[in-house]
């Protein structure tokens, strides 16, 4: 998971600007966690803990409320009998990578997924979405080959992740449809967690979610350098730094 909330921080600061050179800092004073790593974490502290999905990201969204959320889901936040309001949007994918850790098998995987997306992100391609990436980390944590990991999510979700198309970037895109395939592929093309990142983050956009989906993906497939994971608990706040560490211990890892 801390490779997804590494990703977040990496492309917080080209959010709607012109792509970066492949080459950019990774790290860097103008960086900073968004709402990417806070509802990851929430969704995290759910499954570790005793609140349902809608009460962690509520207490957490409040907690943080500055943090570059979306007006629907920041309004569904900040009142506490809000019902999903049916988006498609990327929430929904971006915070579900515990689930892919945590879950036990593919269908646990996929029902977890599906019930922290539908708190808010009730629209069947930002479920599709969620249950995506949280079924790529299950597999590839698992030691699914990269190659059949890749055609599951074409099988199962209808994807496409032809390079040629996926990786062209496609301005500001915040659907689930347009953001997963990308994402996804960017993990799955390159041979090392900096590399999806970089790809990622060089298509532009919306950088932060991007490279927060890629991100977490690509720590399944190749593992999180060493000194990536040391550098991201000095972004955080100590209470998100504690949910990391709750989670760590969790995974054994």
Known sequence: MLGAIAGDIVGSRFEGRDPPKRDFALFHPQCRFTDDSVCTLAVADALMGDRDFAGSLR??????????YGGMFLAWAFTDDAPAYGSWGNGAPMRVAAVGWLARDEIEARDLAAAQASVTHNHPAAIAGAQAVALAILLARSGVPRAELRQRMI???GY???????????????????????????????????????????LGGDTDTLACIA????????????????????????D????????TAAVGS
């Open 59 to 68: 207490a957490f969204t409040q907690l943080h409320p500055d943090r570059g």
């Open 155 to 157: 099988t199962d979700f």
């Open 160 to 202: 496409d992740l032809a390079p040629e198309r996926a990786l062209v970037g496609g301005g500001f895109d915040v659907s689930a449809a347009g953001t997963v395939p990308p994402a996804l592929t960017a993990a799955f093309e390159t041979d090392s967690w900096e590399a999806a990142v970089r790809t990622a983050v060089c």
């Open 215 to 238: 991100g977490s993906v690509a720590e399944a497939i190749h593992g999180l350098p060493a000194d990536i994971a040391a550098a991201v608990p000095s972004y955080l706040t100590p």
């Open 240 to 247: 998100l730094r504690d949910v990391v560490t709750r989670f």
